[in-house]
């Protein structure tokens, strides 16, 4: 996802009318947000195949 940013930046600033600043704050927030779930759910997997 990270690899697609400026495309998602540019498609924010477009279809919603944010600056560039403020769609980077958007997309950089959402991608932290899906990274810290994922990670979240891994332990949540380890934590729960433990015997």
């Given at each position: 996802m990270t690899e697609q940013r400026n495309t998602a930046v540019k498609?924010?600033?477009w279809e919603l009318g944010k600056?560039?600043?403020d769609s980077e704050k958007?997309?950089?927030?959402?991608n932290d947000y899906?990274?810290?779930t994922i990670e979240a759910l891994k332990d949540l997997d380890r934590k729960a195949s433990r015997l």
């Open positions: 498609l924010l600033m600056s560039l600043k958007e997309f950089d927030k959402t899906i990274n810290n």
